[in-house]
Each structure stands twice: as C-alpha cells, then as structure tokens.
C-alpha cells in the first residue's frame, strides 16, 4: 500500500517555466488537496478536490491549476513559474467527514 | 473564517522534560481538532486527533484534550526523548458540506537534546 505518491522530490524552474507536479493516492478517497508549506506561516491550502471532476480553489490559488480526472491523481500546474512560487508542496487526500488526511512526502521547488 | 494559532518556537528541552506546546482555534460549527507531525526531510504524519468537546487524542505519549470553553488543543507530554524532535503542527478540520479542509497553525519546532 503506497499511501500518497509525489513526484518529482526536488524540481528547479526558471521564472516564466511551466511544470506538472505529480500527486496520485491508493486508498481510494475522494478528497485531496494541495498545500504549499512556507517557512513561519505553517501551510495553505492551494486547491482541493471532492471527487472526480470536482475541483475548488483554496486559500492561495493564484498561479496554479488542478484537474481530477481519475479518483487516483490529482495534479497541479504551475503554468508560468514565479520566484514566490518556490516553496515545499505537499499533496494529501482524505476519506472526508473530518477524518485524518494522508500527505504525500513532498516537492522541494525552486524557481530561479 | 477559522484559524489555528500555536506557540512560536523553537522549544528546546532536554530530554526526560515535560512538554506543552499550546494550540488555540477559532472555528464556525464544531472543527475536528489535528496534531501533525514533521520530521526533518519528511511529509507530515498525524499524530492524535479528537472529534468533540472534551474528546481526550493521545498516542505516543503525546496527549491532547479538546476543550471547547478555552477553544483550546494544547500536546502534551509527559517525558520527552531525543526522537521526538520534529515540527508539530495544530490543525483543525471543518466539514463544510461536502468538503473536508485542514487549517494550520505556524508550527512549532520541538529540538529535544541529552
């Protein structure tokens, strides 16, 4: 049972690049969520999907998109990379109801 | 909206130490309440939870009790150890329709030392 996968482990972007970072989980639940973890301000939520085909902006969308179109991934694009844009992203999912989430090891991202 | 606010760190102890890290929220409903932990290098792991006023989450030594008078969900242990050195994160959980969202709180870095 591998939980939540994340790839890449470290990515370095120049300004104006784009990317992909990959999040898939195998426990079959509908909720995940992507958060951005900046040092002295704990982590914030991006985006966050409740089922496939459903997704919904956080508190700190701007400059990211996600789309679920399987229960299984649910990747997040940074279309045109900006230095405030380097951080650690963690991908979580959840059954839903309050319970726990699960968080995948994280991207170390650096934009130059 | 909600919000967590916890205490700054870091907290140094030497080990054997009692330790309290406070945690406070401020929610609309009734928020699930979350201790996570980061360990250096990894994702974040839960480490207890309560659902409801005066639930007690406890697991590795670590405690915490829900109190909904104090709005308050501050860990707790008893005897730290060297291995317990890590970022400790409250959270809380509102379950607003169908959506299920985590609020944090800054986090907490905990350096335990012999």
């Known amino acids: 049972n591998a939980g939540v996968t994340q790839t890449p482990k470290f990515q370095v972007l120049k300004t104006g690049q784009s990317m992909t970072l990959q999040c898939a989980q195998d426990?079959?639940?509908?909720?995940m969520s992507w958060y951005r973890q900046d040092p002295g301000m704990g982590l914030r939520l991006i985006h966050y999907s409740v089922g496939a085909g459903i997704t919904d902006q956080g508190e700190v969308p701007n400059g990211y998109n996600v789309s679920r179109s399987t229960t299984e991934d649910f990747p997040l694009r940074l279309l045109s990379a900006a230095p405030s844009q380097t951080s650690v992203y963690f991908c979580?999912?959840?059954?839903?109801?309050?319970?726990?989430?699960?968080f995948g090891p994280g991207t170390r991202l650096t934009v130059t | 909206g909600n919000s967590v606010t916890q205490m700054e760190g870091p907290v140094t102890l030497s080990e054997e130490a009692f330790l309290t890290i406070n945690c406070t929220y401020t929610?609309?409903?009734?928020?699930?309440l979350f201790w996570y932990v980061q360990y250096p290098g990894e994702g974040l792991q839960l480490l207890l939870k309560a659902t409801k006023a005066d639930d007690k989450g406890s697991n590795k030594g670590f405690e915490a009790t829900y109190r909904k008078e104090t709005t308050s969900f501050h860990l707790e242990k008893g005897s730290v150890q060297v291995s317990d050195s890590a970022v400790y994160f409250c959270?809380?959980?509102?379950?607003?329709?169908?959506?299920?969202?985590?609020?944090f709180g800054t986090g907490t870095r905990l350096q335990v030392t012999l």
């Open positions: 426990m079959n639940h509908e909720y």
């Open positions: 979580a999912s959840t059954r839903g109801g309050g319970d726990e989430q699960y």
């Open positions: 929610a609309t409903g009734y928020p699930s």
């Open positions: 959270a809380l959980s509102t379950n607003t329709g169908t959506a299920s969202k985590l609020t």
